[in-house]
């Protein structure tokens, strides 16, 4: 489509580009963000634990992805920086081999844990977390406070390059997407998830001294990001729920995690270069979601993943019930690895519904197992395709 030039406001900034002048991917995106009902759905995956498996059953090696699956192009483009399963540390912590135990070793990772790994093996199963960096007051002051400090000038290092290309997709209409890891999953990656469980009753100041560094951290590095860009989605992986239920009850939520959330939602808003721009907040957690949307949504959110099926997460069932959230995942990775007629039969019930419905991008409930062979998921994405318009 042809563009007309685009004055000095109408750069994805200051001001949303008119739709018009979006490129495709962005606009069906932002289709989908707007819970348009009918809409073809947008198509992507979530993640994949299955290429080494599809490269033997004849995937090429160097094969695109996004033609061999018909993938849409990207409508968003991600602002990192700010971690993801682990905390944003500069420096890092040295990785290097602490122990060996014949045919394992234990590893310092780089988030401070103590890991146990096969020897000379790093992927392809669950390692063992030993030990975390926080432990008490002492630890967390001095292993890991110090290299969250918001001033570090190594955060910053590449900023105008990162920038630059930030406003070149907010240019062509991308949703730009500030990534952070959530309150959770950071307090957890200090302490380990079952001694942080203990620690919210036995030490809460060390949880609120811990989630105030949290805060300062994220607080000023989107400040920097948004002296060049308006945000158009922060997305917080989180990772709270377990397989019945939240990890941590929704008193404990309200007190620890929706304080620090409420105030970096509210100063993002307030440094907007677009005020008019509508802020999405993502939160992305496994297990049995339910148990935590309404908890969320009291400090905004608006869109929600992978919605994990075998947890007990039915996305036509919580699309009725919560028909203003966006929502993304909830194919279920187990009925891929069975027969082509259970795809179907599975793709069937969800995706018409869902397409009618709007806000919905249909991907695996998490990454893509092993287990679903190469033609199985071939005839998936075709079916995909074929029911998304």
């Not at 019930?349 to 893509?368: E, K, N, Q």
């Not at 092993?370 to 994405?381: A, F």
Request: hydrophobic letters at 40%; glycine letters at 8%; charged letters at 25%.
């Amino acid at each position: 489509m042809p563009q007309r030039p685009l004055t000095t406001t109408e750069n994805g900034v200051l001001t949303m580009l008119p739709y018009e002048c979006m490129c495709a991917p962005a606009r069906k995106l932002r289709d989908t963000y707007a819970i348009t009902r009918g809409a073809p759905l947008f198509k992507r995956e979530f993640g994949y634990y299955s290429l080494e498996a599809w490269r033997a059953q004849g995937l090429p090696e160097s094969a695109d992805l996004a033609q061999v699956f018909d993938y849409d192009p990207p409508g968003n483009h991600s602002l990192n920086q700010l971690g993801w399963c682990e905390a944003a540390f500069v420096p890092e912590f040295e990785v290097k081999v602490i122990e060996s135990r014949g045919g394992y070793e234990v590893e310092q990772d780089r988030a401070g844990r103590h890991v146990l790994y096969f020897k000379g093996r790093r992927n392809g199963f669950m390692p063992d977390y030993l030990e975390h960096p926080v432990k008490d007051q002492r630890t967390w002051e001095e292993n890991v406070q110090w290299r969250m400090d918001p001033t570090s000038p190594e955060r910053y290092a590449d900023l105008r390059e990162r920038m630059s290309e930030a406003r070149a997709c907010a240019a062509q209409g991308m949703m730009i997407v500030q990534n952070v890891i959530g309150g959770y999953m950071y307090l957890r990656s200090l302490m380990g998830p079952e001694p942080v469980l203990c620690v919210f009753y036995e030490a809460p100041e060390l949880i609120h001294d811990c989630m105030r560094a949290w805060f300062a951290l994220a607080d000023a590095v989107i400040a920097r990001h948004q002296e060049f860009v308006t945000i158009d989605e922060l997305f917080l992986a989180e990772d709270i729920c377990y397989n019945h239920g939240a990890l941590i009850g929704p008193e404990t939520m309200r007190e620890f995690l929706l304080p620090y959330y409420q105030q970096l939602i509210a100063n993002v808003r307030a440094r907007q270069p677009d005020q008019g721009r509508k802020l999405y907040i993502q939160i992305d957690t496994d297990g049995h979601a339910p148990a935590v949307i309404d908890v969320y949504r009291e400090m905004g959110m608006n869109v929600m993943s992978p919605f994990e099926v075998a947890a007990g997460c039915d996305v036509v069932e919580l699309g009725q019930r919560y028909p203003d959230l966006v929502m993304f995942g909830g194919i279920d990775k187990r009925v891929l690895a069975h027969s082509k007629a259970a795809i179907d039969a599975h793709l069937e019930r969800i995706l018409p519904p869902m397409r009618a419905r709007g806000g919905y991008i249909p991907t695996c409930d998490h990454g893509v197992p092993e287990e679903v062979t190469l033609d199985n998921y071939l005839h998936y994405r075709k079916r995909c395709v074929e029911l998304g318009g």
